[in-house]
């Protein structure tokens, strides 16, 4: 990924832990690594296609003061997320935050953190058949769609699918979405099991029937095994009320663990439905 690099920017501003820090203030030294595709702006000379630095650090340094933080720890995080939010062709943030003048009482040249932050695309498998199914999924792709950190990219058609497991329900209508996002897997799943809530799912059939049903099938290309969560979707490549309406959406992405194209899964699926 191509870079701009704005290296030791100064701001004064009232980030501190301490009363006299917030009310006296003190000097903060920030560099900035932005991820972006610069080929566009580089072949046609196109100040649109990549970001005016001069506009940014104005902007960079407005937010950055316009509150008081007591970590530098928040105040990276809140200028990060703010750089993605506010520029959609930046891909990923590296941020260093400096503090010079740290009331440390010892001689250091500085205090500083450093963070990476990004856009990640994640693939999430919906499903419903409790009340208006239809009506269900959309208000849970609008919840998804309307939160601040994420936006939902793609949607697939809606199929009605046979219940599993727990056979004495209704059928299922079920969809895929890919969604944008610059939460993390943790943040992510923490922010589905709150939408379920608020459009009232209940958990007290073990696949039993649902308002909504919201899992994260695959974040980026992550493989991990948390106590919450599994990245990818284990079952994932088992059912085909899953992979059919995500082969709508990104039938050419390949599986992080059996290396195999969505597409490709489908076809060995659907052949054993036969």
């Known amino acids: 990924m191509d870079k701009i690099f704005i290296k030791d920017f100064e701001i004064f501003a009232n980030h501190g832990v301490?009363?006299?820090?917030?009310?006296?203030?003190?000097?903060?030294?920030?560099?900035?690594?932005?991820?972006?595709?610069?080929?566009?702006?580089?072949?046609?000379?196109?100040?649109?296609?990549?970001?005016?630095?001069?506009?940014?650090?104005?902007k960079i340094e407005k937010e950055f003061t316009k509150e008081k933080y007591d970590l530098i720890e928040t105040a990276a995080e809140k200028i990060a997320e703010f750089i993605l939010l506010e520029y959609e062709r930046v891909k990923s943030v590296k941020l260093?935050?400096?503090?010079?003048w740290a009331p440390i009482g010892k001689h250091v040249e500085y205090a500083a953190v450093e963070i990476e932050r990004a856009w990640h695309t994640v693939y999430v498998g919906m499903g419903s058949n409790m009340g208006?199914?239809?009506?269900?999924?959309?208000?849970?792709?609008?919840?998804?769609?309307?939160?601040?950190?994420?936006?939902?990219?793609?949607?697939?058609?809606?199929?009605?699918?046979?219940?599993?497991?727990?056979?004495?329900?209704d059928d299922f209508l079920n969809c895929a979405i890919e969604v944008k996002t610059i939460l993390s897997p943790e943040e992510f799943m923490t922010a589905l099991l709150n939408f379920e809530k608020i459009l009232k799912r209940e958990r007290i059939i073990h696949w039993g029937p649902r308002t909504i049903d919201l899992d994260i099938l695959l974040y980026d290309n992550l493989v991990t095994s948390e106590e919450d969560y599994i990245i990818p979707h284990p079952r994932m490549p088992e059912r085909l009320f899953v992979i059919e309406p995500l082969c709508d959406i990104a039938p050419y992405l390949v599986h992080p663990i059996l290396n195999k194209r969505i597409i490709d899964i489908k076809a060995e699926l659907s052949k054993t439905r036969l």
């Open 18 to 58: 301490f009363n006299e820090e917030k009310n006296l203030g003190q000097k903060f030294i920030l560099s900035i690594e932005f991820g972006m595709d610069l080929r566009k702006a580089g072949v046609t000379g196109d100040l649109k296609e990549t970001v005016n630095y001069g506009e940014l650090c104005l």
């Open 96 to 100: 260093l935050l400096k503090k010079p």
């Open 132 to 169: 208006d199914k239809e009506e269900n999924l959309k208000a849970a792709i609008k919840l998804i769609e309307d939160s601040s950190k994420s936006k939902v990219t793609k949607i697939s058609k809606f199929y009605i699918t046979k219940p599993v497991g727990y056979l004495d329900q």
